[in-house]
């Protein structure tokens, strides 16, 4: 929802640009009512759900067994400016409580992750726990994390993010390196988040994140 906020916002000015006023205008106002049912339907309380399944049960919810909080509403909250501005801080708090890890130098997707709920989110349960999108850090979502922190002003945090992201940190030593598997010089699609192979990293040399990690930088 935030994202496509973002989007809208990009596109409107286009449209407009063309002369195409009526597509410009049905935008924006599905924009508003889209910002206002997220943050009308969207707040937990300390941080912004992920969704709702078709039965209504919401997903990324303080309640939920698995998956309490997911990193992407709460970067998106920041990044689409639609966020409220004082919620944003606070769940961006949440994140870096709840997810950023600097033991293992991740940031993970979500926590925890999915396993035996009886709910179907999709094809992320279909990878084993703390594997990939399924708790794990998705560097895409992790990136956008550091970003977001940026766009606050708090540089410190954005810092501290950007540091675990970067793969050179993942080598500093034999063992390091030995323990993170991959190469250190080229950003990893994701990193490992639980059990045996958590902060192994995975999928190098294929990931958008990449570009992203230059925007951020």
């Given at each position: 929802g935030w994202f496509l906020c973002a989007t809208i916002d990009a596109f409107a000015p286009l449209a407009r640009a063309r002369g195409d006023n009526a597509r410009a205008d049905a935008w924006v106002a599905h924009r508003n009512a889209v910002a206002a049912a997220l943050d009308r339907s969207g707040w937990d309380?300390?941080?912004?759900?992920?969704?709702?399944?078709?039965?209504?049960?919401?997903l990324g919810s303080a309640g939920s067994e698995e998956c309490r909080i997911d990193s992407i509403g709460q970067s998106w909250s920041?990044?689409?400016?639609?966020g409220d501005e004082q919620r944003s801080l606070k769940a961006m708090d949440a994140v870096m409580a709840e997810l950023v890890d600097p033991d293992q130098h991740i940031v993970r997707l979500f926590t925890p992750p999915l396993e035996r709920t009886a709910q179907d989110p999709?094809?992320?349960k279909a990878y084993p726990p703390g594997v990939r999108e399924n708790g794990g850090?998705?560097?895409h979502a992790a990136t956008w994390v550091a970003l977001a922190f940026a766009e606050q002003g708090r540089a410190e945090e954005a810092w501290r993010v950007f540091n675990m992201l970067n793969p050179v940190s993942h080598a500093g030593s034999?063992?390091?390196a030995e323990h993170y598997r991959v190469e250190p010089y080229v950003v990893a699609a994701d990193v490992y988040g639980a059990r045996d192979k958590?902060?192994?990293?995975?999928?190098?040399?294929?990931t958008g994140s990449a570009g992203w990690m230059y925007r951020l930088l």
């Open positions: 309380g300390a941080w912004y759900r992920r969704g709702y399944f078709d039965d209504g049960t919401p920041v990044l689409s400016g639609e999709g094809y992320i850090q998705y560097t034999r063992e390091a958590l902060g192994r990293g995975d999928w190098t040399w294929y």
